[in-house]
Structure formats: structure tokens, C-alpha cells
């Protein structure tokens, strides 16, 4: 029978404030038996509690106060003297405290010089300083190895919910597949909305987390999200998209949407017959060129203001730097947007 794969599996799951504790009892455990044949169960019990007091407080001040104040920080000189400090204090205390308890409750014949319980209280100080070390490390170790499994646990949990977030959405995929096939008989053109709804869920899922899509397929998912927009507008929209750019050119997903957005939301008029939108997307000197121009029906998003365009902003400064334009203008009732970045060849 293997043992050591439970007991593996325990300290695996144990946290370190738990095998601390488990640490601290079997101490107090071994000084009370080491005691206990000498000097009965109340003076062991006693001096077993006193040791792990000291020896606590010397452990601890110096892993968790000294060596992250000071060593950690640069300040050697000023952590070595710290420490002799500290060594002297709790061994004067902790002679001083031995000697009163020993020769108030315990002493029969002989009592025991001050100076020597306090030079005894010094040399375990020192191996006690010396045990912390070691003591720190492990204390480093199991929580680093803490760290590690639950960061493996997180990522099995994240690559569990990939594996739903996949087969959740093309069971959704095939599904309004079979009701565009089955609209397509009795009304084809509420089948072909399906099917543009069925491309845009399909960039979301399969091309918007990549760092770069191809500009055929941005342009592709405009094209299908303003079609579905349309169908809002009772009078219909004349939307003019003028696109003069490579279409194998390779640009980061969802920049140009803002702007489209804002277009089907400040620049429609929903009772109105002549609603026009001016789209043109364009490539020069290395940079891509995009352009807006509706009439302003709704309150606009504003120069610098807009939820959207504040984002897109933020969005251009982590990838372009300063290297980027983003203007929006209100003229005679219209309002105008532009945006240019440079291209990525590297692919």
C-alpha cells in the first residue's frame, strides 16, 4: 500500500497557515516529551509554551519584519545590527522570564544564576536566527507551490470554459443555419438577415479576439452589421461606401466600428426619406484612411466626448502610441469623423 500519496495529497491541499500550525505543534510536542521524564507534565507543559513563544517571535519579526524592511530594501548594515538587537533583547527577556518562573515555582534545592539562564537563552537565540532562515524558505516554498497549483487550476477552469464558450456558440451556428434554410423558402430576404446575423456572431467569436483581422473581413462585418441596422429605419438608408484599400490588408478588429455605430445612431432620421451616410475607407502612404460624414439629426458624440470614441481613443493610444489621428468635426449640420493609422507589414 502506498502511503505517501495521501500524505502528498495533504500538504498539496493544506494551506500555509495550516502547516504552520502543524509545524508549531509538533515543536511544542517534542520540547514537552523531552521534558516531560525530568520535570512532570505541568513544568514541561510550561516551558514547552514559554520556547515556542520565543521562538516565534524571533522567527517571525525577523521573516516578516526585519528581512522584507530591511535586507529586501537594500539596508544589509542596517538588518544585520537589527538583528543583533533582536537576538539580545529576547535573550535577555527570555532568561530573565525562565529564571523568575524556574526559582518562583519550580526550583528545590539549587536556584539557577540569572547570567547563566541568559547566556543559555543566547545560544538558542542564535541557532533559533539560524532555524528562521531555513523556516523562511520553506514558508517561500509552499506558498509559491500554493501559487502554482492554483494557477493551474484557473487556467484548466479557462480552458474548460473555451471548450463551453466553442461548442455553445456553433450550436447556435448550426442552428440558424437550419432556420435560414427553412426562411429561405417562404421569405428570402428575412433569410438572408439571418445569415448576415449568423457572420456577425461569427466574427465576435472567431475573429474579434485575434490581434489583427484582414481588412476584408472588418469591412465584411460593417457591411452586415449596417444591413441589420437598416432594418430599423423605415424609409430605408443610402449608405455610400466608398473603399479604395488593399483588402489583404491585416488591421486590428473593431477600430472602424465606432464610427459606423455612431453613424446608425446620431445620423438617422427614422421618419425621414433621405438619409444618407458617406462612408470611405482608404490606404496612403502607408496608412489607413477611414472617414464618416452623416447629417446630424440626434445629439452628436461630440469633439472629445462619446463613450465610444473615448474607448477608441484609449484603444489607438495602447496600440499606436501618438502615432494616430482621431478627428471629429460638427459643420452646417453635418458632422464628420476621421481616423488614420499606420499599417502593420509584418505578416
Not at 154 to 176: C, D, G, M, R, Y
Not at 250 to 271: D, Q, S, W, Y
Request: charged share 20%; with cysteine.
Amino acid at each position: 500500500m502506498n502511503t505517501r500519496a495521501p500524505i502528498t495529497s495533504f500538504f498539496d491541499r493544506a494551506s500555509v497557515q495550516t502547516l504552520q500550525w502543524l509545524v508549531w505543534t509538533f515543536v511544542w510536542l517534542s520540547i514537552f516529551f523531552s521534558y516531560l521524564s525530568m520535570d512532570g507534565w505541568r513544568q514541561s507543559s510550561i516551558y514547552s509554551t514559554l520556547n515556542c513563544i520565543f521562538y516565534a517571535t524571533l522567527i517571525y519579526t525577523n521573516i516578516l519584519l526585519l528581512f522584507p524592511k530591511l535586507y529586501a530594501a537594500g539596508k544589509k548594515t542596517g538588518y544585520f545590527f537589527s538583528v543583533i538587537l533582536l537576538i539580545l533583547t529576547l535573550s535577555f527577556i527570555r532568561g530573565w522570564v525562565y529564571w523568575k518562573v524556574y526559582n518562583t515555582w519550580f526550583v528545590m534545592n539549587e536556584k539557577y544564576a540569572l547570567s547563566s539562564v541568559i547566556y543559555s537563552s543566547l545560544l538558542s537565540n542564535t541557532y533559533t536566527f539560524i532555524l528562521s532562515l531555513v523556516f523562511r524558505i520553506a514558508l517561500a516554498y509552499f506558498g509559491l507551490k500554493k501559487q502554482a497549483q492554483e494557477m493551474l487550476l484557473q487556467k484548466s477552469q479557462a480552458e474548460l470554459n473555451l471548450l463551453k464558450s466553442q461548442v455553445q456558440p456553433h450550436f447556435l451556428f448550426n442552428t440558424l443555419n437550419n432556420i435560414y434554410y427553412e426562411t429561405y423558402r417562404e421569405s428570402p430576404r428575412s433569410a438572408l438577415l439571418i445569415d448576415r446575423l449568423s457572420e456577425i456572431m461569427r466574427y465576435f467569436v472567431d475573429e474579434s479576439p485575434r490581434q489583427y483581422v484582414k481588412l476584408s473581413t472588418e469591412v465584411r462585418f460593417l457591411e452586415n452589421y449596417m444591413a441589420l441596422e437598416q432594418i430599423r429605419v423605415r424609409h430605408g438608408v443610402t449608405i455610400r461606401f466608398d473603399k479604395t484599400a488593399d483588402p489583404e490588408t491585416m488591421v486590428p478588429p473593431m477600430l472602424l466600428m465606432t464610427f459606423v455605430e455612431n453613424l446608425f445612431k446620431h445620423g438617422i432620421n427614422k421618419a425621414g426619406t433621405e438619409n444618407v451616410l458617406d462612408i470611405r475607407l482608404s490606404t496612403r502612404d502607408n496608412r489607413l484612411h477611414f472617414e464618416t460624414r452623416n447629417r446630424l439629426y440626434q445629439t452628436s458624440p461630440g469633439k472629445d466626448g462619446g463613450f465610444g470614441i473615448k474607448n477608441l481613443r484609449e484603444r489607438l493610444v495602447i496600440l499606436y502610441g501618438n502615432d494616430f489621428l482621431l478627428d471629429t468635426q460638427e459643420n452646417e449640420g453635418c458632422f464628420a469623423a476621421k481616423l488614420s493609422f499606420p499599417l502593420n507589414h509584418s505578416f
